[in-house]
């Protein structure tokens, strides 16, 4: 059977990564299978474009994997593929969550034909056949022989093909300036950052997230060999192809058992399979000055720390009192004498916030080594204890959000500010933070560090800007280079400064071995 998976993309904000759950799946079919993949931020499709896509290939299952906030769209896209004849399965954190919304068991419409509940690494196998054999069930849950809960080991885990896998659709580098950088340049034909998973499960249950809920509080790990047998593929793959792989370690808490990180970290150095990688880590984890050494010299460059807020009162709010605001400035000094910096990331219209919120925050960030800030609103995403809450007090303003997406707005009204007032501290903290004098604030700060750290620091807040402001067509792009022209002008001048410098180190050598 030929089986299609598709992730719709939120139309606004465009992801540059792989997203793993297809390519997990793709290799956990059962053989005699085809798959074929489109994820909707490499390939924009409509409806029926995907519908024509489907009849043309023959598809005979189409899986479709989306977040909340895609869910709208996964929606129409499912029913516009069961409208052709073709079924389609549905998972992901949403469905999950809401699998009668899927089913059309809430009163609304059916859009699939089947979800996969939780993780559908066991199941998937299963469904497929089911599909082959025309008998596909309701709902898939991965649960013993007794009926009972069961999460999958990742104890083997699958290998995914990423020496065969193209990557040229999420590269990073804009066609435009890729002959560029391939020749004059970094001399890199593409920039990728791919998704590996060495771990699943976070104990710590913030009230906002899905996480605890969909993976359990039981915490699974894959062995180290397999992890860097990965690594050790992609990086040789990197090398042959003279482009540049940075990972995105993607579990939740990626030091939540400490011992096993430095463990992991520890062999990826061994077998030297570093490769520049980010991952996600709880603050109260980067106490560890030797956790923190073996991240620096096993490659780790930027770590994402969900801070939230820098208020004591909004962390106890959300179960999340192991944050200690107290503490962040020493965290991230730790980390900037190791050359690896922090995407902070904080949530506006948590319930002690006040107008002002924004420029409290931005205060304390000046006061860190250069960050790379994240702000959004509080979500009630469904299936989380926030949900329930802010249900319990009538305080959603749209309980059903996801049925249309709004990129950042609020859908609850917060305590001690209106939603209005949330949106413009968000507009405001990201225009201050990503704003020309900002740029040249953290370009000038890191002017002790080598040109490369600098370049990717700037570059890297150019880009960050889209996650919130939507994607910008190239006019845009042009008044952004321009207004941003006096840290490029010092790059500029550090580069051409370094360029001479290195052609002189040359022609010394050669009028010595010439003598
Ligand atoms: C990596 C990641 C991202 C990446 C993007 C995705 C990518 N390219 O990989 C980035 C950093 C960009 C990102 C952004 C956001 N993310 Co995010 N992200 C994750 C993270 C950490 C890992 C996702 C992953 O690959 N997991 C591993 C795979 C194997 O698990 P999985 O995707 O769940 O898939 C399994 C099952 O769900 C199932 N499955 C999934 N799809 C399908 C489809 C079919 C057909 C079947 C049968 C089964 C199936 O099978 C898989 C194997 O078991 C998750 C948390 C987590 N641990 O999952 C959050 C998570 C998915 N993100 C979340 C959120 C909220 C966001 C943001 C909205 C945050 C924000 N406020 O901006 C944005 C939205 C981005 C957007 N596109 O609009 C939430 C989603 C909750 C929800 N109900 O939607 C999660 C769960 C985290 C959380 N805190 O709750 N994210
Ligand atoms: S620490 Fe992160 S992953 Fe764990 S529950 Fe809190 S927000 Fe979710």
């Known amino acids: 059977m030929r089986i299609l998976l598709y992730n719709p993309d939120n139309g606004i904000t465009r992801n540059f990564m792989p997203h793993l759950w297809m390519f ?11 798959v074929i993949l489109i994820d909707g931020n490499a390939k924009p499709m409509n409806e029926q474009e995907l519908v024509q896509f489907v009849r ?49 068991r809430d009163g609304g419409p059916r859009h699939a034909d089947a979800v996969a509940l939780g993780e559908a690494d066991e199941t998937w196998p299963r469904i497929v056949e089911d599909a082959a054999r025309g008998q596909l069930k309701d709902v898939y849950e991965p649960v013993d022989e007794t009926g009972k809960e069961r999460k999958p080991s990742m104890q083997p885990y699958p290998i995914i093909p990423w020496d065969t ?57 894959r062995t180290n060999e397999s992890v ?28 939540i058992n400490i011992k096993r990180t430095k463990s992991l970290l520890r062999d990826i150095i061994a077998a030297d399979a ?33 801070m939230e807020s820098i208020d004591p009162v909004n962390l106890a709010d959300v179960n999340k009192s192991f944050n200690k605001p107290g503490e962040y400035a020493a965290v991230l000094e ?54 329930a809450r802010l249900g319990a007090e009538g305080r959603l303003t749209r309980p059903k959000h996801w049925m249309k997406f709004d990129h950042n707005k609020m859908a609850h009204l917060p305590l001690n500010m209106t939603a209005a007032e949330v949106q413009s501290e968000l507009d405001d903290a990201w225009r201050t933070s990503y704003s020309p004098q900002s740029n040249d604030r953290v370009v000038d700060a890191l002017q002790n560090r080598g040109m490369d750290d600098r370049l990717m ?59």
């Open 56 to 104: 043309e290939q023959e598809i005979g299952l189409v899986g479709i994997g989306a977040m909340t906030r895609m869910i709208a769209k996964a929606y129409r896209f499912a029913d516009a593929v069961r409208a052709a004849g073709v079924p389609v399965v549905m998972g992901g954190p949403h469905v999950t969550e809401l699998p009668n919304e899927a089913l059309g």
């Open 228 to 255: 860097v047998n990965e690594l050790l593929m992609l990086k040789q793959r990197a090398r042959k192809e003279r482009g540049q792989i940075a990972i995105f370690f993607i579990d939740d808490n990626f030091a």
């Open 274 to 306: 570093q490769l520049a990688w980010t991952a996600q880590i709880s603050a109260n984890l980067l106490r560890d000055e030797e956790l923190v050494d073996l991240i620096a010299a096993s490659g780790g460059k930027w770590i994402f720390i969900g």
């Open 24 to 34: 997990l799946l793709r290799a956990l079919t059962p053989p005699g299978n085809d």
């Open 334 to 387: 730790r980390l900037a004498r190791r050359n690896i910096y922090a995407i902070t990331s904080f949530i506006f219209g948590l319930d002690n916030d006040k107008p002002g919120v924004a420029a409290r925050t931005l205060q304390q960030i000046e006061q860190w080594p250069p960050v790379m800030p994240v702000f959004g609103p509080l979500i009630p995403l469904p299936g989380t204890p926030l949900y």
């Open 165 to 221: 896998i193209d990557l040229d659709q999420f590269n990073w580098i804009p066609k435009m300036v890729r002959s560029l950088t391939e020749r004059y340049g970094t001399g890199v034909r593409y920039f990728n950052t791919i998704p590996i998973e060495s771990g699943r499960g976070c104990p710590y249950g913030c009230e906002f997230c899905t996480v605890t809920g969909f993976f359990g509080d039981s915490i699974r790990f």
């Open 457 to 515: 620091h700037f570059l890297m807040r150019l880009f960050f800007r889209g996650i919130y402001i939507p994607q910008m067509n190239k006019r845009a792009w042009a008044r952004l280079i321009a207004q941003n022209r006096k840290p490029i002008i010092k790059l500029v001048k550090q580069g051409v400064g370094k360029y001479r410098e290195l052609q002189k180190g040359r022609q010394v050598i050669a009028a010595r071995s010439a003598m």
